[in-house]
């Protein structure tokens, strides 16, 4: 059985920012704050037959952005949501044929004050950060500052 948030949410980046399904981005997981997405490496791969640096950073864009538009909508909030600037750091070759980004937790008082902002302002902003790891530790760490407005 698959969660009609989502699939929504599936539908959405696909329709929205084509080139994620040309990468085969796909949701796996959303726990009510943070989000998981997955990408395969074979269409992602570069000279080294490891991830695109690229790829890895839209991967984790989409992860931020994703996390926005989900924790909007589970406030009943609307709002356009864009990256302002992004941090990434590749720490090892990513490798393994299919692997996940996952959204990092977020501190409790800056999500009310995310939540504040549009409430009142119609516009606010957050940062997302994400990470690529496996059992050894990370492949890749991410934080994007987004902004939303009406």
Sequence with gaps: ?????????QQTLHREMPITKAMGITVHDWDGQRLAMQMPLEPNRNHQYSAFAGSLNALCTA??????????ESQGLTGNVVIRRGKIRYLRPVRTPLFIAKGLPIDPEELEYFYALQRSKGKTKI???????????????????YVVQE
């Design 63 to 72: 992860v931020g952005w994703g996390t926005v538009v989900m924790l909007l």
């Design 127 to 145: 940062d997302i950060s994400a990470t690529i790891a496996d059992d050894a530790g990370p492949y890749v760490s991410f934080t994007g500052a």
């Design 1 to 9: 059985m698959t969660d009609p948030l989502i699939d929504n949410l």
